[in-house]
């Protein structure tokens, strides 16, 4: 177990209220315990099987009041917490979860996204309908509670959104991964959006890209399946980088960070200066061919922070090689 820091050295959430989704097992339950530990009321939402439940041991699913298991834990140890089982994919379902914080707890200020399915199979034997459900749990949840959330957010300048995101389908491809690597690049899109249209209203919005030895991670990767938790990459270390990215004094937004096994660090798009024609009229096939080289060379880069920044970048080029402006 993780050792906590004394008593001068807490951060605390004390009068904060977190909804985390998918927060019965796995990351949302830790998640959702460390938040509870340091002070915040949680909305502990789950719907208490999983979706793609096929891929477990028949055993794996017959306890499915674990959102309430949860919050007996959290109230047991003097924290504060309700269950809710709504399913996120359903826009009004999921709507019902920010209502539940607002009810039990008077608002809500803190939404971490972890809901998610983890369909494993190749693109051939995907099915569209396994496709389609694991975009709508994890880009649609998100969307659906983040939506509900943020017009209290807006109301009282101040909110919190961390995307539980993944490095598989956006740093690097893996194959069986094609509907839950789709979804979570997905999900990094809406995270890089939802923290642009919030920076006005006080709203940050960042990504987790958590690597632990959960239950998921075990039924697709036969490592886990015969060593079993892996105590360096367990979830409850994770869940100290989602609750940073959930507190007052991460100033991050738009941003995107990966955990694991007690280390933290950004991952980050850039934009190479790439091959710009003289005479961008003459543009052609074969000049990409003769330039191939130059177009793949990632130095320099940018690594922009918005759209502004990306065009002047791509237009302090232009100007330099054409001699336009």
């Not at 109301?155 to 789709?182: K, P, T």
């Not at 177009?295 to 302090?316: E, V």
Request: some cysteine; proline content about 3%; overall charge negative.
């Amino acid at each position: 177990m993780p050792t906590e820091p004394d008593d001068r050295q807490l951060l605390r959430f004390d009068g904060r209220v977190a909804v985390v989704t998918g927060a019965g097992r796995g990351l949302g339950r830790e998640f959702a315990l460390l938040l509870a530990r340091r002070g915040s009321a949680v909305v502990v939402n789950d719907i208490g099987r999983s979706m793609d439940q096929e891929r477990y041991d028949a055993s794996a699913d017959t306890i499915t009041q674990v959102a309430q298991q949860v919050v007996d834990e959290i109230k047991a140890s003097g924290g504060s917490a309700v269950a809710s089982t709504a399913d996120v994919s359903d826009p009004a379902a999921a709507a019902s979860i920010v209502t539940t914080a607002v009810d039990a707890f008077g608002g809500v200020d803190i939404v971490i996204n972890n809901a998610g399915i983890l369909p494993h199979a190749s693109l051939e034997e995907l099915t569209p309908e396994q496709f389609m459900a694991t975009l709508a749990v994890h880009v649609g949840g998100a969307f659906h509670v983040s939506r509900a959330a943020w017009p209290h957010f807006r109301r009282h300048g101040y909110g919190r959104i961390v995307n539980v995101c993944s490095s598989i389908g956006v740093v690097y491809g893996a194959d069986n991964y094609a509907a839950y690597g789709s979804a979570k690049g997905g999900l990094m899109g809406l995270t890089r959006v939802s923290a642009c249209e919030g920076a006005q209203h006080g709203i940050l919005v960042n990504g987790l890209l958590p690597n632990a030895a959960t239950r998921g991670r075990a039924s697709v990767t036969q490592a886990l399946q015969s060593s079993g938790v892996d105590n360096d990459r367990s979830a409850e270390l994770v869940a100290h980088a989602a609750a940073w990215l959930a507190h007052d004094q991460c100033s991050a937004s738009g941003e995107f960070f990966a955990a694991k096994s007690g280390s933290m660090r950004e991952i980050f798009m850039s934009v190479a200066e790439g091959f710009q024609a003289k005479r961008p009229e003459e543009f052609s096939l074969e000049l990409i061919q003769e330039n191939w080289s130059t177009i793949r060379d990632r130095r320099p880069a940018l690594s922009p922070t918005d759209a502004s920044q990306y065009n002047d970048y791509r237009q302090a080029v232009f100007d330099r090689v054409t001699g336009r402006r």
